[in-house]
């Protein structure tokens, strides 16, 4: 080492450490610590495997694996010392082994690169992220079918452009997120699949001379297999993006369902009633109750899609194989992560709380003009009217209950025929809001037997 100050990792051809502002601009300790447990099994398994292909000796690998399991302990302990000009989690991580094994830990990077370690240690933190998705989002879906189970047949006003449209059910609504939460779930599960192949061996980007077993240390770190080309497998972020870009997604449901939530919750609305334990009051106005978590949840989406824009961007560019641009990655991809995940949870806290108010729903279900539709319908089917003609003659009745300040099913028979004479008394029984829903028998439709049919379907997906 000619200079103290130089790095103990790549100093040989240094003469003068980093100024000040190289090294803030360089490091990557400040966050790329959270990967330190992903770090210390990357490495144990890759210590493991040149001992088995004999390229260290059992001894060296034995104490450098026992070496890692306390530096781990003191990582996690809180007594770790985090070193700047250590620049990353991988160098710090071997610095402090070296103090504690001693000549040993020199052997553990033999046959690997930074550029290999970090791409692997990435997908490890990446793919616990899956897995935590995963069960934020089957427990998000199972809070919403007992919510779809309970209100299958509770009345509520459908809507297109926030405008009346059809009667459907609270447990259809409910049961309309549980398809986009799943859709979310196959696209984490399909993540998981397609990026769990190892780096580990692909060194700085060539492969390496050592007779390694890239098989073993893919096993080991629960890979499906190696990643088949060293240039991609140390340059490619896909992982990353994946991820991003299916949180961004959900993150895009999460929003939409918290809209709805801000709404139903107003005094205008009053659908549902948000727990005590997700709202919030103000600090001048005592009357209110204020939905935060699901206008947080709303905002999340920002940032997540943030992040996602921001890795694209960084990536975009790049010749092969690696460039420090990517130790960008971390930073967007943690703060998407623990916003994702605390959104799920609130969104689950909320939805399990949460109360449909029936009885505001089913007046409002029947506002609106809303069983217009079944009207014509109902031409169509008893008086054999072409639909367009139907849809005239029920635009005609709509007008008239309007210009009375009335509902539709408040007309008289009398006011009925004085728009289309063969109108009978049996058009009343299609304008009630139940018999609306219960008719929609269609699949897929909104009658509370088909929502019932589509709430078994999940659950013996779910149980399976
Ligand atoms: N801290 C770096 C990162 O996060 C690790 C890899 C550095 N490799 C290198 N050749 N400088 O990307």
Same mark, same amino acid.
């Given at each position: 080492m000619t200079d103290q100050a130089s790095n103990q990792m790549w100093g040989g051809r240094f003469a003068a450490g980093p100024d000040a502002i190289m090294e803030a601009i360089n490091a990557s300790i400040g966050f790329d610590k959270r990967m330190a447990a992903q770090d210390i099994a990357g490495s144990r398994a890759h210590a493991a495997m040149l001992a088995a292909t004999g390229v260290i000796s059992d001894n060296d690998a034995e104490a450098i694996r026992e070496g890692l399991l306390t530096v781990l302990s003191e990582i996690e302990t809180g007594t770790f010392q985090f070193s700047t000009a250590l620049e990353d989690i991988h160098m710090n991580v071997e610095a402090r082994l070296k103090e504690v094994i001693g000549e040993p830990a020199g052997r553990l990077h033999t046959g690997r690169s930074r550029n290999d370690q970090v791409a692997t240690d990435f997908k490890l933190w990446v793919r616990d992220q899956l897995d935590a998705a995963e069960g934020g989002l089957l427990a998000l879906i199972r809070a919403l079918l007992t919510q779809a189970e309970a209100g299958a047949d509770w009345v509520m006003p459908g809507f297109t452009h926030l405008q009346v449209a059809q009667p459907v059910t609270w447990g259809h609504h409910m049961m309309a997120y549980v398809e986009m939460f799943g859709r979310d779930l196959?696209?984490?599960?399909?993540?998981?699949? %397609?990026?769990? +192949?190892?780096?580990?061996?692909?060194?700085?980007?060539?492969? /390496?001379?050592?007779?390694?077993?890239?098989?073993? /240390?893919?096993?080991?770190?629960?890979?499906? %297999?190696?990643?088949?080309?060293?240039?991609?497998?140390?340059?490619? %972020?896909?992982? @990353? !993006?994946?991820?991003?870009? /299916?949180?961004?997604?959900? @993150?895009?449901? !999460?929003?939409?369902? @918290?809209? +709805?939530?801000?709404?139903?919750?107003? @005094?205008?609305?009053?659908?549902?009633t948000l727990s005590d334990r997700f709202s919030t009051g103000s600090s001048i106005m005592p009357q209110k109750k204020i939905p935060d978590a699901a206008e947080l949840i709303r905002a999340k989406v920002g940032r997540i899609f943030g992040a996602n824009t921001a890795l694209m961007v960084v990536m975009k560019g790049l010749p092969l194989a690696y460039s420090k641009d990517m130790q960008e990655d971390k930073e967007q991809v943690f703060d998407a992560a623990d916003n994702w995940m605390l959104a799920l949870a609130a969104m689950e806290g909320m939805v399990k709380d949460m109360s449909a108010n029936r009885a505001e729903l089913a007046v409002a279900a029947a506002s609106g003009f809303s069983t217009a539709t079944d009207l014509a319908d109902w031409l169509v089917r008893v008086l054999g009217l072409p639909f367009r003609d139907a849809h005239h003659v029920t635009g005609s009745l709509v007008a008239l209950a309007e210009s009375r300040g009335c509902d539709l099913p408040e007309l008289t028979l009398a006011d009925m025929q004085g728009v289309h004479s063969a109108i009978t008394q049996d058009v009343f029984s299609v304008l009630g809001v139940e018999n609306s829903v219960n008719s929609r028998l269609s699949y897929g439709g909104t009658a509370p037997a088909q929502v019932r049919a589509q709430v078994a379907r999940w659950t013996a997906i779910l149980d399976a």
């Open positions: 196959s696209r984490v599960r399909d993540a998981r699949k %397609r990026m769990n +192949e190892s780096p580990l061996g692909a060194a700085a980007l060539a492969g /390496t001379s050592f007779p390694i077993d890239r098989d073993m /240390t893919a096993a080991a770190l629960g890979f499906d %297999r190696p990643a088949a080309n060293s240039l991609d497998a140390v340059s490619d %972020r896909d992982f @990353a !993006l994946e991820f991003l870009s /299916t949180a961004s997604i959900s @993150a895009v449901h !999460l929003s939409r369902f @918290a809209e +709805e939530l801000v709404i139903w919750s107003s @005094a205008q609305f009053r659908f549902v």
